[in-house]
């Protein structure tokens, strides 16, 4: 019972082991959540597939959707892989020429989106073929409800159920489940092939490295087109886990008050933004709580999981916590207990300073190609430490390349890139291994660290090599610096573009509102910051001149992909000649 070698045995799984589950899925529209019982899942997913077949959509077929995360995802998703059909999932912020790109790419033969607002933005590149078959999951004028499918009928019959099954019963496990065009930071998308094998050997494995389960409620607001938020999607439903999804990651602060999870998945950047929030309501507290504030922050950044504290710190943890740690865990809503971190390395101060607090930050590591993880820290057996990925992930064959570059291979590697075969051999070798473009190496011969990626390593004009990744991530640890890129190939020395807090720089220079705040004056500031940090680089790799812009980097201007990753060509090329000027005498 519940046996899953498909992606879309899920849903017998949910309707058998689960299937008194009210909140299987939930979303709050209009200010009232609306949630998807187990059997509700089950059911629509069944019908849609059912009505889908009937609307032609045959097993190789590749559907498009462009949504927001909804239930209405999650049950196309499933109904989608019971036909065979291809879930053709992208970002709801690419520009129209990315859009234009993958749809006429993959050549989708029906296209969801989720709101007008979406529709606006993919309306005047919809292929001529797919303008016929355009559905939404929220009303647009003009354009049918994908509930239209249903012609009111809430569960299926015995005859439909049949076909579906008949359907089902077709679709093998190495079939091709979706195509992710992968955001990239150079050149155009490529589409990574990942059969239902590749997901279900992933998220099965990496669902066992906690305990929580059916009564525990988890929230999702990381893009559902991304292996990464989509593959621990998975793994909640097969863990039948209640799951709240949020379609818009600005309401992320208010949605963990209101659901109170047990557990969420995030990236880095967000993960900074809590701590950094967390941080400046401390220094706004008065002097005697804020002394207390900043020595439970004190204690916690000297927290490890693994080594013995004496009885002393032990002792002042406890007051910590009562003090201070517990009011952390009540405005994340009192349950939480596993923050899954990815996409980017986590900063370990925050990584020690949330234990400390009793809440497991675990990180991980993967790509899209290897659907998605290769390593993560596991909460069961207690293999997790600060600065790492966490060890190897079962069922994953693992080694590093002569340079240090991670290759790896198993049942979760992708098939190739769609319609690029000549791509798919320059990063799977002839022996199989899988070529991340990572650089890594192995603490105490057990947890992943990554270093740098490959392709950004970059060398001075003295012959000293730069690995921007690492420095960055020692300068994100400032309260100061929002993001920054390091820049200095085949130059004398390495530097950086910054984008400074200014919120955080008018509050030392007590100014009230930052658009007063003199950039020479705020420059210095970050200077001096960036001097104190250099102490912890090597002589080479000390950013010996900066210079901070007032701007905003986000996906919607560029200088991000849509999981936060600097787009180091585009921002090198945006400020051309602000570099140049660094580098100037």
């Known amino acids: 019972m519940g046996k899953v070698t498909r992606v879309f045995d899920l849903v017998d799984r949910y309707n058998t082991i689960y299937q008194s589950k009210e909140n299987a899925i939930c979303i709050k529209d209009n200010g009232t959540w609306n949630c998807r019982s187990s059997k509700d899942y089950y059911n629509l997913s069944h019908l849609l597939a059912f009505h889908l077949y009937n609307r032609g959509i045959r097993k190789g077929d590749k559907i498009g959707i462009v949504s927001t995360n909804r239930p209405e995802w999650c049950i196309l998703d499933m109904a989608l892989g019971m036909l065979g059909a291809i879930n053709v999932s992208v970002y709801t912020t690419l520009a129209e020429e990315e859009y234009k790109y993958i749809f006429d790419h993959a050549e989708i033969k029906m296209l969801f989106v989720s709101d007008p607002q979406i529709y606006r933005r993919v309306k005047n590149i919809i292929p001529e073929m797919v303008k016929e078959s355009l559905y939404s999951f929220l009303p647009i004028l003009d354009i049918p409800l994908w509930t239209d ?92 886990m209640a799951i709240y999804l949020v379609d818009n990651i600005a309401k992320i602060s ?179 291994w899988f070529h991340t473009g990572d650089i890594g190496t192995l603490i105490q011969g057990k947890y992943l660290k990554i270093t740098d990626r490959k392709k950004e390593i970059f060398k001075l004009s003295g012959g000293k090599y730069i690995a921007p990744q690492a420095i960055e991530n020692i300068m994100k640890e400032s309260l100061l610096i929002n993001e920054l890129m390091v820049v200095g190939d085949r130059e004398k020395f390495a530097s950086a573009i910054i984008i400074p807090n200014m919120e955080e720089i008018a509050s030392i220079l007590n100014i009230s509102n930052e658009k007063e705040i003199d950039l020479p004056q705020a420059q210095k500031i970050v200077q001096k910051e960036v001097n104190r940090l250099n102490k912890r680089l090597s002589e080479h790799e000390n950013l010996k001149r900066i210079k901070i812009v007032s701007d905003v980097w986000s996906p919607e201007t560029g200088e991000l992909s849509s999981t936060l990753k600097l787009k180091r060509g585009y921002i090198s090329k945006k400020y051309k000649q602000v570099i140049e000027d660094i580098f100037k005498n």
Request: hydrophobic share 40%; glycine share 10%; with cysteine.
């Open 149 to 240: 499918f249903f012609n009111d009928q809430e569960a299926p019959t015995e005859e439909q159920l049949r076909v579906v099954q008949g359907l089902k019963n077709e679709v093998l496990p190495d079939d091709i489940a979706t195509i992710i065009y992968t955001s990239g930071t150079t050149g155009k998308p490529k589409g990574v092939m990942l059969s239902h094998k590749n997901l279900v050997s992933n998220f099965v494995q990496h669902s066992k490295n906690h305990s929580l389960g059916e009564n525990t409620k988890v929230i999702s607001f990381l893009p559902l087109c991304h292996i990464y938020e989509r593959s621990v999607l998975y793994h909640f439903q097969y863990k039948g």
């Open 254 to 432: 208010t949605m963990i008050k209101e659901v109170r999870p047990h557990m969420f998945n995030t990236v880095p950047r967000v993960l900074e933004r809590i701590f950094d929030g967390i941080i400046k309501k401390g220094n706004q507290l008065g002097s005697i709580q804020k002394a207390i504030f900043n020595w439970a922050v004190s204690l916690g950044m000297k927290f490890d999981f693994h080594e013995k504290k004496s009885i002393y710190y032990r002792l002042s943890l406890a007051i910590a916590d009562k003090l201070v740690f517990k009011k952390w865990r009540d405005a994340l809503g009192g349950n939480i207990q596993i923050i899954i971190s990815g996409g980017a390395a986590l900063q370990p101060r925050i990584t020690r300073v949330f234990g400390a607090a009793k809440i497991l930050a675990l990180e991980g590591y993967g790509l899209s190609e290897t659907s998605p993880v290769i390593a993560v820290s596991n909460a069961v057996t207690n293999e997790y430490m600060a600065g790492t990925n966490g060890p190897i992930l079962p069922g994953v064959e693992f080694m590093f390349g002569k340079d240090g570059e991670i290759l790896c291979k198993g049942p979760s590697l992708m098939k190739g890139y769609y319609k690029a075969p000549e791509l798919t051999r320059e990063v799977i070798d002839e022996d199989g």
